[in-house]
């Protein structure tokens, strides 16, 4: 009868372990070996959109030829400024049709987006073809300053009416100047101190 070694209990559970431990590892080196080798393909969808989508280097370059250019600004077509702004325009041509008094149009976006240019173009050409409306200019109330007055003039009359003033005021200052300097105007003064003096002096 042979005698067997003796081997301590540590070291036998040392052993178990690491044997268990080979065990348990093996599975998962297959297992990542068998994933590698299965790579995911991708999903036919995707294929085709790249296929459909795929866009060349000839497709995002684009050249202008100088020929069709216009020479001059004046002479350029005007920019789509309400390109995508189909509601909004819709929007205004509705509120400039309204003949009604007391209606307002008010137009909120962010800056740059040609707001006032829109705007600007539909009226210019809505005013092509629309009679010119009345001047209304606003004058001095002399009886009370606070209130001033509002006259209704003609078409074109306004512009006319201030120069008219300006010329009015113009020379009525120059006369004016004029008489305050005048020999005549100083000897009635000068007669005026005189008087004055003397009535003081006999008080």
């Not at 297959?30 to 085709?48: G, M, Q, R, V, W």
Request: some cysteine.
């Amino acid at each position: 009868m042979t005698k067997q070694p003796h081997i301590p209990t540590s070291q036998l559970s040392r052993d178990a372990n690491k044997k268990d431990a080979n065990n348990m590892a093996t599975p998962i080196i297959e297992l990542k070996s068998t994933k590698s080798a299965t790579p995911n393909a991708p999903h036919p969808c995707f294929i085709d959109i790249k296929q459909r989508c795929l866009v060349t280097a000839e497709q995002l370059k684009r050249y202008s030829d100088p020929d069709e250019l216009p020479s001059d600004t004046r002479t350029a077509p005007d920019l789509d400024v309400g390109f995508g702004q189909q509601r909004a325009l819709k929007a205004l041509q509705t509120a400039l049709d309204i003949k009604a008094s007391g209606y307002h149009v008010f137009a909120a976006g962010e800056n740059g987006l040609g707001k006032r240019t829109v705007i600007s173009r539909l009226l210019t050409r809505i005013a092509a073809d629309a009679p010119t409306p009345d001047d209304w200019v606003y004058v001095h109330n002399f009886t009370d300053p606070r209130t001033p007055l509002a006259l209704r003039l003609p078409a074109g009359q306004a512009s006319l009416l201030q120069q008219q003033v300006t010329h009015l005021w113009q020379q009525a200052k120059k006369r004016l100047s004029q008489r305050f300097r005048s020999d005549q105007y100083q000897s009635k003064i000068e007669a005026i101190k005189n008087d004055t003096h003397q009535k003081e002096s006999q008080a």
